[in-house]
Nanobody, 123 residues
Framework: QVQLVESGGGLVQAGDSLRLSCAASGRTFSGYAAAWFRQAPGKEREFVAATMRRGGSTYYADSVKGRFTISRDNAKNTVYLQMNSLKPEDTAVYTC????????????????WGEGTQVTVSS
């Protein structure tokens, strides 16, 4: 079992930056792919970014490419999401996930999920 706890969300203005953290406890985190998803009110959950096991390939949604960076520190059992140039449309609950997905951009295959952290970007 892996427990995931997100932190770092908050209220910021358009153009600001935030760094989200997802701390994992339980089994060794480095063996899992890790990802961030987000869900805005009234919308479906959508993929944001993923990093493969042991710091392999990274993937991004087109909407965040060039602005967001996912990284992981396996020694600290933590995955990060650095978010720059935030826009009001980035407002959502951001949730991290871990598992063995066949497709990094879909929720299927991520067995472990955190509770989420709210990010609100004002214009």
């Amino acid at each position: 079992q892996v427990q995931l706890v997100e932190s770092g969300g908050g209220l910021v203005q358009a153009g600001d930056s935030l760094r989200l953290s997802c701390a994992a406890s339980g089994r060794t985190f480095s063996g899992y792919a890790a990802a961030w998803f987000r869900q805005a009110p009234g919308k479906e959950r959508e993929f944001v970014a993923a990093t493969m096991r042991r710091g392999g390939s990274t993937y991004y949604a087109d909407s965040v490419k060039g602005r967001f960076t996912i990284s992981r520190d396996n020694a600290k059992n933590t995955v990060y999401l650095q978010m720059n140039s935030l826009k009001p449309e980035d407002t959502a609950v951001y949730t991290c996930a871990a598992g063995y997905p066949q497709n990094a951009a879909t929720t299927r295959g991520y067995a472990y999920w955190g509770e989420g952290t709210q990010v609100t970007v004002s214009s």
